[in-house]
């Protein structure tokens, strides 16, 4: 449960810095921690998969922060999330199983996979040094 709190605050901190342009009222932000915290229970994330997907989306804003904003950054949460599953779990499900569950199109989360990993330039390796700073910054937010 503090994995998910520690990287609701961590977007909070973008969101106060401007990083990501912000959320139109606190009731999204609201919004924006049930469907962590149900991404979470729903999907089985291991600590090492949420880890992973803290520093993914890290990545995306690092080389493509104007990208994200309150409209879309759900999806891309959520995208940065299903790679992680699919790179640390020995058994993950089709993407059209994580349509359903997020109520994207498969075809559109499809685009949305292939385009994510694009800007991230594949980076999808997380090292121990940054897996363990990730790890301390989400639990002692």
């Not at 915290?37 to 520093?55: N, Y």
């Not at 040094?129 to 301390?136: H, I, L, P, Q, V």
Request: proline share 1%.
């Amino acid at each position: 449960m503090s994995l998910v709190q520690g990287f609701l605050a961590r977007i909070q901190r973008y969101l106060d810095k401007g990083v990501i342009l912000s959320l139109p009222d606190q009731k999204n932000l609201v919004k924006l921690s049930q469907f962590v915290q149900g991404m979470f229970e729903l999907m089985l994330f291991s600590e090492a998969c949420f880890v992973s997907m803290a520093v993914y989306f890290d990545r995306l804003l690092s080389k493509k922060n104007d990208l994200i904003n309150h409209l879309n950054m759900t999806r891309l949460i959520f995208i940065s999330g299903v790679l992680a599953i699919k790179m640390h779990d020995d058994f993950s499900y089709k993407n059209s199983y994580y349509a359903k569950i997020s109520g994207v199109p498969n075809h559109e989360l499809n685009d949305l996979e292939k385009s994510f990993l694009q800007w991230i330039e594949y980076s999808l390796l997380v090292n121990k040094e940054e897996y363990d700073k990730y790890y301390t910054s989400l639990t002692n937010f």
